[in-house]
């Protein structure tokens, strides 16, 4: 008989398999390409442009984008500066396996990020503006290119995911006190009061 699946479900702040390290993927095989479908599935279904595995509760290296090329008011096509953009987005849902994401300079930018482990919380993060992304696609191919925009901006937020961070982690005090309330309000609504923040950019 074929092996039967557990049901997938979204992982909220505080579950330990979204902070703790993921395994690299061995390789990629017909459960592998299933795990992906589902992350998307999971990924539409809540709004979401970008989901890692552990968000899904699976402790794998994989997440899966869905970033549309962007355009002004009416439809036309908007300029992408990277290489990963011009290449990546026309080519979306993708799914990066074992990526490896290293920043390229010195520009840093800020952005508003949410996350669908932190729901309806959004708070500005600030980020190298560019990264080179290496990876393996589902399709065996793989990439390294550079990558700048909401494209670099996402890959950061899903590579952080692997390595068991969520974003609240790195917010300056005052973006995270504006969400702390909230924050404290998910974590009681899903019996983790006892989970305790570590932030990453404090000495
Ligand atoms: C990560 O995030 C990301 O709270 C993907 O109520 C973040 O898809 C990529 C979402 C910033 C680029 C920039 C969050 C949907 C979606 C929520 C998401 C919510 C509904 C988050
Ligand atoms: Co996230």
Do not use: W
Request: charged share 30%; with cysteine.
């Amino acid at each position: 008989m074929a092996k039967e699946k557990k049901a997938l479900t979204l992982r909220i702040i505080g579950d330990p398999v979204l902070h703790q390290i993921a395994k690299p993927v061995e390789k990629i095989d017909d459960s592998l390409v299933d795990l992906a479908q589902e992350m998307l599935n999971m990924m539409y279904k809540s709004n979401g442009i970008g989901l890692a595995a552990p968000q899904a509760g699976v402790s794998l290296r994989m997440f899966v984008l869905d970033i549309e090329p962007p355009e002004d008011e009416e439809g036309h096509p908007l300029p992408v500066n990277s290489p990963g953009e011009i290449q990546l987005l026309p080519q979306m849902p993708l799914a990066f396996i074992n990526p490896e994401v290293t920043p390229i300079g010195t520009e840093e930018s800020d952005y508003d990020e949410g996350c669908l482990s932190v729901p309806k919380l959004y708070a500005t993060v600030r980020r190298p503006a560019k990264v080179m992304l290496k990876a393996t696609l589902l399709d065996g191919r793989e990439i390294c290119i550079e990558c700048g925009g909401l494209l670099a901006r996402a890959i950061q937020h899903e590579n952080d995911h692997l390595d068991g961070v969520v974003f609240v982690q790195k917010l300056e005090d005052e973006p995270l006190d504006s969400i702390k309330k909230g924050l404290d309000k998910i974590l009681k609504k899903n019996g983790k009061s006892n989970y305790k923040l570590k932030r990453l950019n404090k000495a």
